[in-house]
């Protein structure tokens, strides 16, 4: 498109110098912008994060999750290769051990996962085996709810994330210590007091303007902030004002969130190619935060499809495949930057599947499932203990034997430093996850 | 006084039982008063929709193989229908049916689908359940098709009770699932049958394969016999909490956010006495005083869908017909392609930095200044002129606020969008002329109003 780069930031000066007076205007306060920034930055001031905040010899943790929706079966995923049940309750769908990549203690990883063998073999993957919580639910959309929200309660509405952001926040934070990619916000974001942005890619996070009117462009945009705060103040009286205060609150984040993403993100370079999958470039948008000075210390990103229901193995190899090259390429990318030590990816799905196979070279919905730990310093190798293939539940499924909590509760303590009964509301049993 | 006059009521149900209104549009349903516009807003039979059928027509054969022609097919219907509530039922049924192309993987397919939701969407629940069930997308979607009698596959029969007619835990058990799986056994999908030249599919494009049926006794939801997949939706039909699970949804979406037991009672009683008809729930639901109460006025936050579209038929932008889908998916939402079987995340859900974005940006591109003779970009000095409310920034503000929100807006918002125009000193020629004209529907578009229903 012609006109995509066109910005709001690109006029009346071009970004490249915009981007340098619009640091130097944060950092020192002797160059005045032209005035319709100036009624952005005068009244709408977040100041940027301190640049000394933004140190990664001080060891910051970054914390990134990676959803897999639909309910990955955690049996072909992490394969107890040494169990004859296993072969026994798929006989279609089982895979070959001659095929899977070895791990320790008589598991291997689908064949398709190479990226992530990769990463176990160099001592930057921890597998949890046998995640869960008790009486599980085989519904997609209740189980989510209750990965995301940390809580078998129906009515907490916020997320275990949003609740971590608001128990570490900070006068001075940036706009952007978290970050959704894609165009979702997922609910482990949500929180009481948080603005989280969400965006596709960074070069698209642009308010675009109509360039064929020379001075319309920076009045539009000042009627338009005017017009989200003026809807802010007629929220308070409204019997509908909750709808239209959290629509024009979006709104002025969102304005300002896009001035603070270009006036920081510039510099980003990598070697590394990345898969060109919506996963791998959320990913590589997650890599271009975390390196940048915003201070970004969460990212979210989600993939799906794993409702393998019918012929499994093509569906969910393809997607085990894609998710653990695109972590691969995160990974090479974080290591050549001198952090992968400091950023940990927690990858998890809503449930595992049905030991015994169906009738359509599939599996249907079931319960405990293995988790990955990525990077971030993390023990490799397995931790917790695999549910016997052959002592299920009434529905045939997996008994839990690690609480999915006491894997956010190990990161949060062992990583975030924070007392994680202000976060979950409980205490879980650790995992020695880190050394 | 929200929805003081009758003006404000039609807007309101035009908002929610339609996709929003053109200025011409608007007058035609003020003349036929409230009760006039929700009568032919409920028998779509009755009028004559020539040139929606037409356009969609266009891409039709089309879109039996091609993504991009299927979305066009209906996304013309969406901009051009003049039956609003059956095109906005064909949405609402698309969401709470939800079947994605993704998996489905033909467009002939889901064509087929749609047809046969939008013949149903006001028909009965029963025959609108039936088909579904027995839909070739939906057996793909969620393998029915390989739901056999020796080894059952539970997807659609857990679904189709948690998600599609009773909610999730409601009156059924684990048991009851597996054993509709066995009853709604023997179904095959064979090539979608697709007659261009008509409305609608002349087959389903299933078959039934009584080996691969599993005979044998079941008992589902305390009933016990031979039952096939008729007997699971005649038995899940007659139930209560079908049908309050059903119009408790209705409620939602076209009226107030926490309908009470006693309206949701009312729209059960009417499910019952008009033998489950879905057309009598909508009659229930907009001619209730809560339909335009304060409780029902702006709380909903407009879908992407919803937002494009309303947008598109208000500014008469009918050549945007091929863009839509680009415009809908960057604010969150593309058709046919549902995130999940539960459909789309409705409310704050749709609001992020991200989509709302988006929605700045597609007001920013239709109020582009475009080419003369292109129905894509706003021509705001002609549509004002056209409708006599360009002489003074008062009337031109109006004018632009009654077509986007539906009038009623603070006086400082209203002050704000006189001055944009040049306040005192406007002129129709220098606010056009300076881009300000366009602006002011930019702005009306961006503003929070906008973006609720």
Not at chain 2, 48 to 60: E, T
Request: glycine share 8%; charged share 20%.
């Amino acid at each position: 498109m012609d006109y995509a780069n066109e910005t709001f930031l690109d006029r009346p000066v071009d970004r490249r110098s915009f981007i340098k007076r619009g640091i130097a205007f944060v950092g020192a306060s002797a160059y005045t912008p032209p005035a319709f920034l100036r009624a952005v930055f005068d009244e709408e001031t977040r100041p940027l994060t301190p640049a000394s905040v933004v140190d990664y010899a001080a060891k910051r943790h970054v914390l990134v999750v990676l959803q897999m929706a639909g309910g990955n079966d955690g049996l072909n995923t992490v394969i107890p290769v040494g169990d004859r049940a296993y072969f026994d309750a798929r006989p279609t769908i089982a895979l070959n051990p001659e095929a899977s990549l070895p791990l320790a203690q008589g598991f291997a990883l689908n064949p398709a996962m190479t990226g992530m063998k990769t990463l176990y073999d160099r001592g930057q993957l921890g597998v949890v085996l046998g995640v869960g919580y008790p009486n599980p639910n085989r519904s997609h959309f209740r189980s989510m709810d209750i990965w995301h929200s940390a809580s078998m309660d129906e009515t907490t509405d916020t997320g275990w994330i949003g609740r971590l952001l608001d128990a570490t926040k900070h006068e001075q934070d940036s706009m952007w210590r978290a970050a959704n990619i894609g165009s979702q916000q997922a609910l482990s974001l949500r929180s009481q007091s948080s603005f989280v942005p969400s965006l596709g890619s960074v070069p698209d996070y642009v308010f675009q303007t109509d360039n064929s009117f020379r001075a319309e462009g920076p009045r539009r945009q000042q009627s338009f902030l005017q017009l989200q705060r003026q809807a802010e103040a007629l929220a308070v009286q409204a019997e509908y004002g909750s709808q239209l205060a959290f629509v024009s609150k979006t709104g002025l984040d969102a304005y300002q969130s896009t001035v603070d993403l270009h006036a920081a993100v510039t510099e980003y370079k990598t070697t590394v190619t990345y898969p060109t999958t919506p996963l791998a470039s959320a990913l590589k948008t997650s890599a271009q935060l975390i390196t940048s000075n915003l201070a970004t210390g969460v990212c979210y990103v989600t993939t799906g499809g794993f409702d393998t229901h019918s012929n499994q193995q093509v569906t969910q190899n393809g997607l085990l495949g894609g998710v653990s090259n695109a972590l691969l390429a995160f990974y090479d990318d974080l290591q050549a930057q001198g952090i992968a030590d400091q950023v940990t990816t927690v990858v998890w799905s809503e449930f595992g599947r049905r030991v015994k196979e169906n009738g359509s070279r599939g599996t249907d919905h079931g319960t405990a499932n293995p988790m990955f730990v990525v990077g971030g310093g993390v023990r490799p190798g397995m931790h917790g203990e695999q549910p016997s293939v052959a002592n299920l539940d009434g529905s045939g499924d997996l008994k839990y034997t690690t609480d999915f909590r006491s894997v956010y509760a190990s990161v949060i303590a062992q990583r975030f430093k924070i007392d994680p009964k202000d976060v979950l509301g409980g205490s879980y049993p650790a995992l020695p996850l880190y050394a | 006084m929200a929805l003081a006059t009758e003006r404000q009521r039609i807007q309101h149900l035009l908002r929610r039982a339609g996709f929003g209104y053109s200025p011409e549009e608007l007058r035609e349903y003020v003349a036929l008063g409230l009760p006039g516009t929700i009568d032919r807003l409920l028998n779509p039979e009755r009028v004559d929709d020539a040139a929606a059928s037409a356009a969609a027509g266009a891409f039709r054969e089309k879109a039996i193989q091609d993504r991009q022609a299927l979305l066009s097919t209906w996304h013309a219907r969406l901009v051009l229908t003049k039956r609003p509530l059956q095109e906005k039922l064909t949405y609402f049924w698309h969401d709470h049916w939800a079947t994605g192309i993704r998996k489905v993987n033909a467009p002939s397919y889901m064509l087929v689908q749609n047809e046969a939701i939008r013949a149903g969407a006001l028909g009965k629940f029963r025959d609108l359940a039936m088909a579904m069930t027995r839909d070739p997308a939906m057996m793909i979607w969620l393998d029915n098709r390989d739901n056999v009698a020796k080894a059952p596959n539970e997807n659609f029969a857990r679904e189709f009770l948690e998600l599609f007619t009773l909610g999730e835990g409601r009156l059924y058990t684990e048991k009851d699932v597996k054993e509709a799986a066995r009853a709604l056994t023997g179904w095959r999908v064979t090539a979608a049958k697709v007659n261009p030249d008509d409305n609608f599919p002349v087959a389903t494009g299933v078959v039934f394969m009584p080996r691969q049926f599993d005979a044998g006794t079941k008992t589902f939801l305390g009933q016990t016999g031979k039952l096939g997949d008729e007997d699971i939706v005649r038995i899940v039909t007659s139930k209560r909490e079908c049908a309050d699970y059903i119009g408790e949804k209705l409620w939602r979406f076209f009226a107030v956010s926490n309908p009470t037991a006693a309206m949701i009672q009312r729209t059960t009683d009417a499910y019952f006495a008009n033998d489950t008809s879905i057309r009598e729930m909508l009659r229930v639901i907009l001619t209730s005083e809560e339909m335009y109460s304060e409780a029902a006025y702006r709380w909903r936050i407009k879908s992407p869908v919803e937002h494009v579209v309303n947008t598109t038929r208000a500014l008469g932008l009918t050549d945007r017909v091929p863009r839509i889908a680009r415009d809908t998916q960057s604010e969150g939402q593309a058709l046919f392609d549902p995130p999940s079987v539960a459909g789309w995340n409705w409310g704050e859900a749709w609001v992020n930095s991200n989509t709302l974005l988006a929605r700045v940006n597609f007001a920013n591109d239709v109020t582009r200044r475009g080419k003369p003779g292109q129905l894509m970009n706003l021509d705001a000095a002609a549509l004002l002129q056209a409708n006599n409310a360009g002489r003074t920034a008062d009337a031109a503000v109006d004018f632009a606020l009654d077509l986007l929100v539906g009038g009623d807006v603070d006086r400082a918002t209203r002050a704000t969008l006189i001055e944009h125009i040049g306040g005192t000193h406007y002129s129709l020629s220098e606010a056009s002329r300076s881009g300000a004209l366009q602006g002011l529907f930019y702005l009306v578009l961006t503003m929070p109003l906008a973006q609720l229903a």
